[in-house]
């Protein structure tokens, strides 16, 4: 399984169009595999653009953002 740090340092970027209200909002379900993706990280948003993609596979230092509140 392919790691994250597996596809290079991290790329930063910014979603296109209006302002994002919260950290929530910069994340979306990915279609073919289900994995939250970070639309701010250009290697997230490549890999889950990959058609017949698996799911990356956590990473145990990884901090995992948790969103509970409704907007």
Not at 23 to 34: R, V
């Amino acid at each position: 399984m392919t790691k994250l740090s597996d596809l290079g340092p991290p790329m930063p970027g910014m979603p296109h169009g209006k302002g994002k209200e919260n950290g929530q909002d910069y994340f979306y379900s990915c279609a073919t595999c289900g994995q939250k993706v970070d639309m701010r990280d250009f290697r997230q948003v490549m890999w889950h653009e990959k058609p017949d993609h698996e799911p990356l596979e956590p990473e145990p230092d990884a901090t995992v953002i948790e969103f509970t509140g409704k907007k």
